[in-house]
């Protein structure tokens, strides 16, 4: 059963941090993209970050330079570290994995930043 879970959303003021984790079981982690995106309300899903099978990471632009996304292949976890936070980073943030070889991909159900001060 694929089981992607994510955690550490909460409500920060602005300028402030948080780090999200990906747990992810059931899938070829290690040969796995993994994607953040973020829906904020009345909005369109956007992609914010990517990290490859090999580390590789790219960022939206306006997240760059303050979000990091890094990967822990031994415990099957991608950490998405936000600083300096803005209150248009509010949204709730999603986790999703691409098999590098049959291209399956998998959401978790989510969890919730609010940057407000």
């Known amino acids: 059963q694929v089981r992607l879970v994510e955690s550490g959303g909460g409500l920060v003021q602005p300028g402030g941090s948080l780090r999200l984790s990906c747990a992810a079981s059931?899938?070829?982690?290690?040969?796995?993209?993994i994607n953040w995106y973020r829906q904020a309300s009345g909005k369109q899903r956007e992609l914010v970050a990517t990290?490859?099978?090999?580390?590789?990471?790219t960022y939206t632009d306006s997240v760059k330079g303050r979000f990091t996304v890094s990967r822990d292949n031994a415990k099957n976890t991608v950490y998405l570290q936000m600083n300096s936070l803005k209150p248009e980073d509010t949204a709730v943030y999603y986790c999703?994995?691409?098999?590098?070889?049959?291209?399956?991909?998998?959401w978790g159900q989510g969890t919730q930043v609010t940057v407000s001060s």
């Open positions: 999703q994995s691409r098999d590098g070889a049959d291209g399956r991909r998998y």
């Open positions: 059931g899938i070829r982690f290690s040969f796995s993209l």
């Open positions: 990290i490859t099978s090999g580390g590789i990471t």
